[in-house]
């Protein structure tokens, strides 16, 4: 660590040849160093990192590697980015409870974008808002949009798109609460910059919506197992609020006056789920126990919800009964929902748009130790020595304090 080799590194990032063919190495290679002894001591490429403002590299970090990769699966399935992040976060943590988590080189690609993301202050910025040079990919691309406008067909896989994925994808019995934990959290962040903002993605935020709602059945449908290993109420909380967030500041950051309309009209489509939550959150919050407290915030968070419920549906079925419709379509269920927003009161909910930024905790040390060393193994256990000599300076360098 005393003489630095991030510039070399920097370089060889920067540059489209170079990175094609060592792009691959020197990305773990930056993995290993940011890793090395970072709770031990001041690591200097920790902080070189974080104030990379190299657009090339940091396009490179977060994408090229990533389709390198899984290429031949790109190839395949034409699946995109998102996807292919997608199933390897989930073969790398979603695993049977009797099996060991395999620990692979790919994981250290994963390791590094989770470090670019996680230090450098300019990373977000070049993510949202510029294309990759995808010199890696055979497979054509689309082009990236210049605005966040941009209709639906045009714009790449979103955040939100990996979010959903996620969140449909792993309710299963042994339940990875502190992932859905970390995911509800990244739309929520998400949500607050959007609000911040104004900005507008035309994004079928319908999705989100029923992903989330389908999280808060899974919730209820196995509260005495999970609750046995978790608070499902502290997550329920989170989800209720993203509701609230679109609820309160929707009308900041949805693409249009249509998009509001559809909240209400899903809100009230699935009632029966929310009037469930609530039956359960107020059971448990009236009963002494552990889970009174967090059920009861809940109760309380769940309060424009229901306000909504209740004010909307007696109005649609009186709309029903006056046209003598059995059914009302969407459309007629959008037309009550605009004709009585006017009527409608809410309550004021304070905080809904902050949020406390990500620092690693100090229970996961474990975990990044242990991912490091694993990655570090296979990385010795794959390299290719072209001479012997090589070999043999390699191990000598090994022995030197």
Known sequence: MINSIFEAILQILSSPLSRREHGYDAVVLLALLVNYRK???????????????????????SYSFLFRQYK??????????????????????IADADEKISVQTNEAILLALYEAVHLNRNFI??????????????TPTSPIPTTPVTPLGTTP???????VEFIVTHMMK???????????????????????????????????????????????????????????????????????????????????PSSYDELYYEIIRMHQNFD????????????????????????????????????????????AAVNHISQLSEDQVLEVVRSNYDTLTLKLQDG?????????????????????????????????????SQELLLKEFSTIS
């Open 72 to 93: 031949d699966k790109e190839e395949e399935h034409q699946s995109g980015f998102f996807s292919a992040l997608t199933n390897m976060v989930g073969s790398m943590f």
């Open 39 to 61: 709770y031990e001591s001041v690591n200097p490429y920790i902080v070189k990192l974080s104030i990379v403002d190299d657009e090339a590299t940091l396009n490179f970090l």
């Open 157 to 163: 896989p979103s955040s939100d798109d990996l979010m």
């Open 174 to 256: 042994e339940f990875p609460m502190d992932l859905y934990v970390r995911c509800i959290q990244i739309v929520h962040k998400l949500l607050c910059y959007q609000k911040k903002c104004r900005v507008r993605l035309h994004y079928t935020w319908r999705e989100l919506w029923s992903a989330l709602i389908n999280l808060l059945k899974f919730l209820m449908s196995n509260e005495t197992v999970l609750l046995a290993k978790h608070n499902i109420f502290t997550l329920a909380l989170m989800v209720v609020n993203l509701f609230n967030m679109f609820i309160t500041y929707g009308d900041t950051f949805l693409p249009t």
């Open 125 to 138: 910025t070049v993510l949202a808002q510029s294309h990759p040079e995808m010199g890696l990919m055979t």
């Open 352 to 388: 809904l748009d902050q949020y406390e930024r990500y620092s690693e905790q100090h229970k996961e040390a474990a975990f990044f130790k242990e991912l490091v060393r694993s990655i570090s193994i296979n990385v010795r256990k794959n390299l290719a020595f072209n001479t012997l």
């Open 276 to 319: 469930n939550l609530y039956s359960m959150v107020l059971r448990i919050s009236t009963n002494a126990g552990q889970w009174k407290e967090p059920a009861s915030k809940v109760t309380h968070a769940l309060v424009n919800i229901r306000a909504i419920i209740n004010h909307f549906n007696p109005k649609i079925e009186s709309y």
